[in-house]
């Protein structure tokens, strides 16, 4: 286990223009804000052909690897922006958690990892319902008993990062690859659907000071995936993955994508991206090259390597050019169960020409993790 305060850490790029495009790169404050006008998020997805009951997909997975994981862009009562990350994830017996508070304004960071075991954990976690509870440590689940599709808590009690977030599934759901799986990830299937501005309450601790959240310019990212092991044993794909929140300037829209980039050793690479513009219609949408350039950054914990930068071109010609604002954001239980989680904002052009700005957080899983 491990906790960081790295203070001293300078950030890398906070300001600036995006690589050779000419736009600029949005700075704090970013002005998170809800969409909390989906009564029932299962209602955005009636109808389509899935594989798997959506009003039951909270629940545990039998036979799969589960995620429940939340990424939540936070306004607080300090007046300071905050991106909390809060992740459960099941592998055969052991169970690994964690969480990490991102001060965005001042760029300090927190986290810890760890791993439970207690076979009783999912217990309450069958037919619709989602109630995961380690030693009043760590909480993520429904906060009402019965069906697990309307609201969800994650919770951690870990001295130094310390949250107790509360959030509505009130936005349309993001269906990874158009009908949110199963699709092919190395040697398993995979389901992931999105939930991407979820309207949020709560608090988290900076510093030993309660924070409260401010809900109108919060929302909260919940991103629930389960894989099925299909083929015979290989270890899982290497990935990049973005979430990120994109505005025009001529368009008074945000378009929230799903950005997936993994290397597998028998199936190569995929790359490709799932959009939800606001109040549209989701596209999927090929990812013509990905590529990292610029300083990385090696974490003393683990010896991974990460990039910081990156440029992402889509299929219609928009080229996004990302970088992370702060570079130790390392999560994770230690050496076995670790990522980055980070914070990043974006500059790009869009297919027309026009300047895109936007944020959101890039998870990098390395090789055999
Ligand atoms: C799922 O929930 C929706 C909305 O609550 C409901 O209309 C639908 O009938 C449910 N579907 C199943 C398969 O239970
Ligand atoms: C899970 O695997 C076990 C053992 O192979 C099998 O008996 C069971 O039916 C499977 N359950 C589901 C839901 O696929
Ligand atoms: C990790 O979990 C174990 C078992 O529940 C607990 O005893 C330990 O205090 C936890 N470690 C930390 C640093 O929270
Ligand atoms: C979760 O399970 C605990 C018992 O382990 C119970 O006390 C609590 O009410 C449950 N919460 C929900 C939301 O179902
Ligand atoms: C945390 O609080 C202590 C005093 O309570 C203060 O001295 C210190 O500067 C604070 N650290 C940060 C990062 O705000
Ligand atoms: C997978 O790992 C390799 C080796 O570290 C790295 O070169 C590659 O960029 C990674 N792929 C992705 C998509 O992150
Ligand atoms: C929900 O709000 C968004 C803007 O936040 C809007 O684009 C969309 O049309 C609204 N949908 C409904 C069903 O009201
Ligand atoms: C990181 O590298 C150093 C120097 O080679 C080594 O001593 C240390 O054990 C490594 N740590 C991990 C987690 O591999
Ligand atoms: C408490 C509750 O609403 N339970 C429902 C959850 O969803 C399943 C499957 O749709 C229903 O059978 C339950 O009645």
Not at 158 to 177: K, R
Request: net charge negative; charged share 15%.
């Amino acid at each position: 286990m491990r906790f960081s305060l790295a203070v001293t850490v300078a950030a890398l790029i906070a300001t600036g223009q995006g690589h050779q495009n000419g736009c600029s790169r949005p700075t704090s404050p970013y002005s998170f804000r809800p969409i909390d006008n989906v009564s029932d998020v299962a209602e955005t997805v009636e109808g389509f052909p899935l594989v798997y009951d959506f009003n039951t997909s909270n629940s545990r997975a039998a036979n799969a690897t589960n995620s429940w994981w939340v990424s939540a862009f936070l306004h607080g009562s300090d007046d300071h922006e905050y991106l909390v990350l809060s992740h459960i994830t099941d592998v055969t017996v052991v169970s690994y958690y964690r969480g990490s508070i991102f001060d965005i304004t001042d760029k300090t960071y927190v986290q810890f990892g760890n791993l439970s075991t207690a076979p009783t954990l999912y217990s309450n976690s069958h037919n619709g319902a989602f109630n995961v509870s380690i030693d009043n440590s760590f909480y993520f689940g429904a906060t009402l008993p019965g069906n697990a599709t309307k609201q969800l808590r994650t919770s951690s009690a870990v001295q130094g990062v310390q949250y107790d977030l509360t959030f509505d599934l009130s936005t349309p759901v993001l269906l990874n690859t158009g009908l949110g799986g199963y699709f092919e990830f190395g040697s398993y299937q995979t389901v992931e659907w999105s939930m991407p501005a979820g309207r949020t309450t709560g608090t988290l601790v900076r510093n030993g000071t309660t924070v409260t959240i401010d809900s109108d310019e919060s929302f909260t990212w919940y991103d629930r995936q389960w894989n099925v092991q299909t083929g015979s044993s290989g270890s899982m794909p290497n990935w990049t993955w973005f979430e990120l929140h994109l505005n025009q300037a001529s368009q008074k829209r945000e378009d929230r994508v799903s950005l997936w980039v993994y290397d597998d050793e028998k199936t190569g690479r995929r790359q490709w991206a799932t959009v939800q513009p606001e109040g549209g219609l989701n596209v999927v949408s090929a990812v013509r090259s990905f590529e990292s350039y610029g300083n990385t950054w090696t974490s003393s914990n683990t010896n991974n390597t990460y990039a910081q930068n990156w440029l992402v071109t889509l299929q219609d010609g928009t080229q996004l050019d990302i970088s992370s604002v702060y570079a130790d954001q390392e999560v994770g239980y230690p050496t076995t169960f670790v990522s980055y989680e980070g914070f990043v904002t974006v500059s790009g052009k869009s297919a027309s020409g026009e300047c895109v700005s936007g944020y959101g957080l890039v998870e990098v899983n390395p090789p055999s993790n």
